[in-house]
């Protein structure tokens, strides 16, 4: 298994800032995934961050507005830039376990208000 | 691309009682992997049971089971002996053993057990 911290555990951003969303993995892992959950809805994959290399961001999800880094193979980071009101999520990073079981490992994720 | 679909916003069930949650998904892939997360209020998202697509045994943990259909594209959930603890989110979710492995999410299926 995996655990997964991440932080701020939640934070209320003002409208045009920006905020960065940490994520440490206590184990190696391959891949690491951040996921959108809006208020009421289910989870919407943004990118999966790679480690050294950019991001692969999914339909809708743009690096402009959603930078990530993956330094090494046990952090990560999220940046929601420029926010709006739309923004107001929970953002959760997740890893695929080192036993390859398909299994994904989920921080407590980050909850965002944007004013 | 995959799709996974639950078609139950809520369910209730009384406390001591079983319960059955739908899943249904779309993909033109033999193999791959189904799972359910719960995801309580305190919004950390726990592997409640997986299924791997070449199995034809359904996957069985405690008191949570499967009935994996695949040729339905049908993977339901059944809880036994609900517990209080059991309330949460439910979601179904699907996951590749090509590529990069990431998890398509069902909408979620909110469960209520009554005392």
């Known amino acids: 298994s995996a655990v997964i911290s991440q932080k701020p555990s939640r934070d209320i951003c003002q409208r045009g800032t920006s905020l960065t969303i940490q994520c440490q993995v206590d184990?190696?892992?391959?891949?690491m995934f951040w996921y959108r959950q809006q208020p009421g809805q289910s989870l919407t994959l943004i990118a999966t961050?790679?480690?050294?290399?950019?991001?692969?961001?999914e339909s809708g999800f743009v690096i402009d507005k959603f930078p990530i880094s993956r330094p090494n193979l046990t952090f990560s980071t999220l940046t929601v830039s420029n926010m709006s009101p739309e923004d107001s999520s929970i953002y959760l990073c997740?890893?695929?376990?080192?036993?390859?079981?398909?299994?994904?490992?989920f921080g407590e994720g980050s909850r965002l208000t944007v004013l | 691309a995959q799709t996974v679909t639950q078609s139950q916003p809520e369910m209730s069930v009384q406390e001591a009682e079983t319960v059955t949650l739908s899943c249904t998904y779309d993909?033109?892939?033999?193999?791959?992997?189904l799972f359910w997360y719960k995801q309580p209020p305190s919004r950390q998202m726990i592997l409640v049971i997986r299924?791997?697509?070449?199995?034809?045994q359904n996957a069985t943990e405690n008191r949570f089971s499967v009935n994996f259909q695949k040729a339905a594209k049908s993977f339901s959930l059944k809880i036994s002996d609900s517990q209080l603890g059991d309330a949460a989110m439910y979601f179904c979710?699907?996951?590749?053993?090509?590529?990069?492995?990431?998890?398509?999410f069902g909408q979620g299926t909110r469960l209520t057990i009554n005392p």
């Open positions: 979710a699907y996951g590749s053993r090509q590529g990069a492995q990431k998890l398509v």
């Open positions: 961050a790679n480690q050294g290399s950019e991001a692969t961001y």
């Open positions: 997740s890893a695929l376990g080192q036993m390859n079981t398909g299994e994904l490992f």
């Open positions: 184990s190696q892992v391959t891949m």
């Open positions: 299924q791997e697509a070449y199995k034809q």
């Open positions: 993909t033109s892939e033999s193999d791959y992997y």
